[in-house]
């Protein structure tokens, strides 16, 4: 009865900590960026268009956070920090937000070319 016991207790233990471990940041491999205007505010916007398998991944890694909020990095720099409503699938991500005029078309060349690393993690509470 007590080897059942700690065995239970030892599980319940593991499942506490696996659910609170911090996942790593997911990297993103990006098919096609491209800068397109917001019909809402007229503001331009970061389209990415994943690889299918990194659009999988990034449905996984949105499905398990909803209700977190995550940071969008690029090259290191968080470029907005969504909370996620609901699963995000189908490869694509709309980025708008405050960028300084052409800052948006530099950023899509940049990730076109290759040469800028995209990552996703979940923000620390």
Not at 5 to 18: C, Q
Request: aromatic share 4%; net charge negative.
């Amino acid at each position: 009865m007590r080897i059942l016991f700690r065995l239970i207790v030892a599980v319940t233990a593991m499942l506490l900590v696996a659910e609170t471990a911090v996942a790593e940041p997911l990297r993103l491999v990006v098919a096609k960026a491209m800068a397109v205007p917001d019909p809402a505010s007229g503001q331009t916007m970061l389209s990415l268009k994943l690889t299918p398998d990194s659009g999988k991944a990034f449905a996984t890694f949105t499905e398990a956070n909803v209700g977190r909020t995550v940071d969008l990095s690029i090259d290191g720099a968080v470029v907005t920090s969504p909370r996620i409503v609901e699963p995000i699938r189908g490869g694509e991500i709309m980025v708008s937000g405050a960028f300084k005029p052409g800052e948006v078309e530099r950023i899509a060349e940049r990730i076109s070319a290759g040469d800028a690393n995209v990552e996703v993690d979940v923000k620390p509470e």
